[in-house]
């Protein structure tokens, strides 16, 4: 398996990358107006710059400042089962730095939908933040809890998802609930990425799927029995 040292990190960095100061500038807007309405936002913006620079420099001690004691944590790779704990979350964390050395977290595009959703409730802070991922995965990790190891491809991730975040009102992260399109993931990173925007393709897989799931569920009752 080649490294980054030999395949260089993922080539799509800098045209997202050119977005950051535009959408920062917008953040502190946000927060600004956020002040002004009555509500405690100061330091809002350092919180998201810490956030998102712990992930472009896997700093883990930036992540671990930005957790809370009793963090939780669900992803659409978890199957929606909520793991408890801090320890869990940075050890993901820490595992996803491992096997894609370069991943660093973006805006999704240049528009004002790609701004964070925040509001203040109950003494709680709920963000919503679309972001776009980008990194080659070219190291390897254990995967956090399974004890499976999960190996580089060498095959560059560029994939959007959304987060929700439930933070203290010193922004400090209490949940964090991951949306993403792991079947794009995938075909990312065994190099079928560009073929499933083929419209053609996609009609053979729905119809390929509606072939085979009566078996599927015959199979599962049989095996639920």
């Given at each position: 398996m080649a490294k980054i040292s030999e395949l260089g990190p993922s080539p799509e960095h800098a045209k997202y990358q050119?977005?950051?100061?535009?959408?920062?500038?917008?953040?502190a807007r946000q927060e600004q107006l956020a002040i002004e309405r009555g509500l405690p936002a100061q330091g809002l913006t350092d919180f998201a710059h810490?956030?998102?620079d712990a992930w472009a420099e896997q700093d883990i001690k930036?992540?671990?400042y930005c957790i809370a004691d009793d963090c939780s944590y669900i992803d659409s790779s978890t199957f929606q089962v909520n793991k408890e704990g801090r320890q869990f979350t940075i050890d993901n964390c820490q595992a996803s730095f491992e096997v894609f050395p370069d991943f660093a977290f973006y805006p999704q595009d240049g528009t004002i939908r790609s701004l964070p959703y925040?509001?203040?409730?109950?003494?709680?802070?709920r963000i919503t933040v679309p972001w776009r991922g980008i990194?080659?995965?070219?190291?390897?990790?254990?995967?956090?809890?399974?004890?499976?190891?999960?190996?580089g491809t060498g095959q560059c991730l560029n994939f959007i998802g959304i987060d929700?975040?439930?933070?203290?009102?010193?922004?400090?992260?209490?949940?964090?609930?991951t949306d993403w399109d792991m079947l794009y993931g995938a075909a990312q990173l065994v190099g079928l990425g560009s073929l499933v925007h083929s419209e053609r393709l996609?009609?053979?897989?729905?119809?390929?799927a509606t072939a085979v799931?009566?078996?599927?569920?015959?199979?599962?009752r049989v095996t639920a029995r």
């Open positions: 050119a977005l950051l100061p535009q959408f920062w500038e917008r953040v810490i956030w998102f930036k992540i671990d925040a509001d203040y409730f109950d003494g709680q802070w990194g080659r995965m070219s190291g390897e990790t254990v995967v956090p809890g399974l004890d499976v190891k999960l190996r929700r975040y439930t933070l203290t009102d010193d922004f400090k992260i209490t949940h964090i609930d996609q009609r053979v897989g729905i119809r390929a799931a009566p078996a599927v569920r015959l199979w599962t």
